[in-house]
């Protein structure tokens, strides 16, 4: 069987009209130490850019020392094309999931990211998997 | 240390289209490793390619299989990068345009010497769920040991990760791509044949395409050890392979151990066993090389324990090979042992010193400044001069043993020689002086001589200490009838006056 993942909400970042430049971070509280990795589930209103450009880089990083320190995880650069599903039907949410194979680790947090290209209005809500 | 998947991780996103996703190793990369990544988008990108933040582009990929069946329009590559430097990398796959569905999954495979030119990929649309059935293709290895590295996943609707073939270790899941469940599984198998092999999987969703992607890397063991690397190994050991422990590597076993390779323990590297030690290679202990073993010790091997290299073994210790202890090498056994060495044996200023019994034998042993010291008893089954060169018109000098009752007396020169049968007849004379001794006759001593030169003057000893004994006896003999003739007289008188 394919395995599900049961995931549990962790950090909401509301939607709302991002301008160039950097936003955030934003950081989730303590995860559960048995987690197999985490997923942003993004969200747009339907203006999403569809000139090709990037319109953001969404960077993770990782505590395990309760955020004293932290350390790059995983990235993406999204581009100004409509979000749609496989077979071409537009949609507004997509989803990101990362794996983590450090499972057990207490004190662990992570934060995003997101450096802003152009204008676009975006929201992102960050669970937990395991 | 056998070839293995130290980390591996993946991500994925959705039907957003991304121009790059980037994934950092969980831990730090280990010196040496290789690393092997799968990458995926939408075929609307016709190329990927992938690099490192620490080690750079990882080149051309290996395959590269674009899935135009059903709802896959997908495409798929994989590429390796060998040897990678110690530290963090974050590996980013980059479409050579925007693409949705973009996923990357990576992995370090530990104590390996690197890809081992060998991979295949497949496209299978329906590939059922029999056991095996999705699969490579075969690849060839080179060389054995080694490892299959293969990504597999349904590239249709990603309705189920396959499951990892016969006799692979599954690996993770993941490529979400957006969704609830996962489409990819990895795995390994390390093998120890050099038949050609697939990487096999096992389909969820039968009727759905699965694009597989394998690539053979070769267990590392030539040339391990390189550089200043320590290897400790806690009771039993063996490190088998060519030019191991090189530069100032360092290598300590704690119990039994077993070192096997030509060219091993070169340079400055150093090896210590804490009881029973084997070392058996040609070139062994070469350069700066120690070895140090605490107990039970064999080293043997063509050139052993050449330049200026060191060797303690402290209890019970073999040494046995064609030009060992060459150069300014030290040997120290700590209590018994052998020392059975063939020509050429401790040239040069080598030293070997032996705590208690000991046996050394070799033809030619101990050539110019070497060193022999026995603490406790030794055989040396034979010593001989060693010819030097010399100036013209000098003589080759020799030693001049005289035997005398089996007592050796050995003689740098032949004056010596006589000086010393000169005594010998002296003392024949001092002792003819005692009258005591010659109640019962008394035979002349046995004198042997090793050279020519005094064969003459020996037998000459011989014939007069023989003259002088004669002489004694006779005396001796004269002496006795005096004494008989004196008592008859005076018995004589004393009759008459009776």
Redesign the interface.
Known sequence: MAKQFAKTTQLTIPLRTLTPGLKGPFTSGTLPAALSGYQIDFQNDGTWPTNGNDVCTITVEQSNDSGQSWVFDASVTLSGQAWTTKQGTVVNTIGWSVSLDNQGSTGRQIRVSVNVLQTCTLGATVSSLS | MAISVL??????????????????F??SLTSGSSIHTAGGT?NTATSLSASGSRNGTYGTALDTINDTNG?A?YRAAHWRFDNSAAG?E?VTVTPNT?A???AICIREIGSTSGYDSAHNASNQTAPGTGTDALTSGNMTPSVQPGCVSAFSFDDW?????PNAGTGFTAG???W????????LRTEFKRYIATTALPATFTA?NGTEGHITLAALFKEASSGAMTGASALVVGETGTLTGAGALAGSSALTIGQTGSLKGTGVLAGASALQFGQTGALAATGALAGTSALLIGQTGALAGTGALAGTSALTIGETGSLAAPGALTGSAALTLGASATADLPSGAMVGSSALTLSASATLSAFGALIGNCQIIFDASGVVPSLQTTPTEVPAGRRIRNIYRVTIDGQVFECRTLQEALTLLDQAKQLAEKVAEDEAIWQIPRKPPVITVSSRELRKPAAQAKREIKATYDRAAVHAELRMLFELSRRQEEDDTLLLLM
Do not use: D, H, P, V
């Not at chain 2, 996103?13 to 996703?21: H, T, V």
């Not at chain 2, 609707?157 to 990760?161: E, I, K, L, N």
């Not at chain 2, 979400?176 to 489409?183: N, V």
């Open positions: 980390q591996e991780r993946e991500t994925s996103i959705g039907g957003s289209s991304a121009s790059s996703i980037a994934l950092a969980s831990s939408l709802n329009q963090s974050t925007s949705s569905f973009l609707s990603g309705s189920g990760a993770l899941t993941g979400a791509l957006g969704g609830a469940s996962t489409c969820i």
